[in-house]
């Protein structure tokens, strides 16, 4: 694998996803797992827990991580760099249009309809996500139990991540 394939791939996502970090993990599963076969499904939601565990935005964690896997030092940067650009070159043309264009109406409306869309990519990836991860009986109450806490006391995510992979290390 090539480190200009492997920038290209990642540039690729970066172009086509909207949404943030978890609205663009399915479209990176799609590349990393189907696509290309660098990870497994089971190695790609490994990346996904290491992502989200680790600071800042989870499709940049996840491209680093799976570049450095694949290309050591030199790929973990060329795929930061291929996730990262398009939005960089998209959002300063944005924002000097922005600037330009902030009080008309039809620029308003596009910003509006962005939001559905952003809604539908993340739904999706929890889809493919819970599809994926939830796999037996012992998942399926991890989950709950997670859920139930974060959604009645608001609990610290990075905590409860800790805990449940501690859980998933002694159970499993």
Same mark, same amino acid.
């Given at each position: 694998m090539t480190y200009l394939w492997m920038m290209l791939t990642f540039a690729k %996502?970066?172009? +086509? #996803? +909207? =949404? =943030?970090?978890?609205? &663009?993990?399915? !479209? &990176? @599963?799609?590349?990393?797992? &189907?696509?290309? @076969?660098?990870?497994? #499904? #089971?190695? +790609? +939601?490994?990346?996904?827990? %290491? #992502?989200? !565990?680790?600071? =800042?935005?989870i499709a940049i964690n996840a491209a680093t991580f799976i570049g450095y896997q694949k290309g050591g030092i030199l790929g973990s940067l060329v795929c930061t760099l291929g996730v990262i650009l398009p939005s960089l070159l998209i959002m300063t043309m944005i924002t000097i249009s922005y600037l330009k264009l902030r009080h008309k109406p039809w620029f308003q409306s596009v910003f509006y309809y962005l939001r559905p869309l952003s809604i539908g990519l993340i739904a999706a990836a929890a889809i493919i996500a819970g599809r994926d991860a939830i796999v037996d009986w012992f998942s399926i109450i991890v989950f709950a139990v997670c859920f139930a806490l974060a959604w009645r006391f608001r609990l610290n995510p990075f905590l409860m991540l800790l805990v449940a992979g501690v859980i998933g290390f002694i159970w499993g």
């Amino acid at each position: 694998m090539t480190y200009l394939w492997m920038m290209l791939t990642f540039a690729k %996502i970066g172009l +086509f #996803s +909207f =949404g =943030g970090g978890y609205a &663009i993990l399915a !479209m &990176i @599963q799609h590349e990393v797992v &189907i696509n290309n @076969q660098w990870l497994t #499904s #089971s190695e +790609f +939601f490994d990346v996904v827990a %290491i #992502s989200q !565990m680790t600071p =800042g935005p989870i499709a940049i964690n996840a491209a680093t991580f799976i570049g450095y896997q694949k290309g050591g030092i030199l790929g973990s940067l060329v795929c930061t760099l291929g996730v990262i650009l398009p939005s960089l070159l998209i959002m300063t043309m944005i924002t000097i249009s922005y600037l330009k264009l902030r009080h008309k109406p039809w620029f308003q409306s596009v910003f509006y309809y962005l939001r559905p869309l952003s809604i539908g990519l993340i739904a999706a990836a929890a889809i493919i996500a819970g599809r994926d991860a939830i796999v037996d009986w012992f998942s399926i109450i991890v989950f709950a139990v997670c859920f139930a806490l974060a959604w009645r006391f608001r609990l610290n995510p990075f905590l409860m991540l800790l805990v449940a992979g501690v859980i998933g290390f002694i159970w499993g």
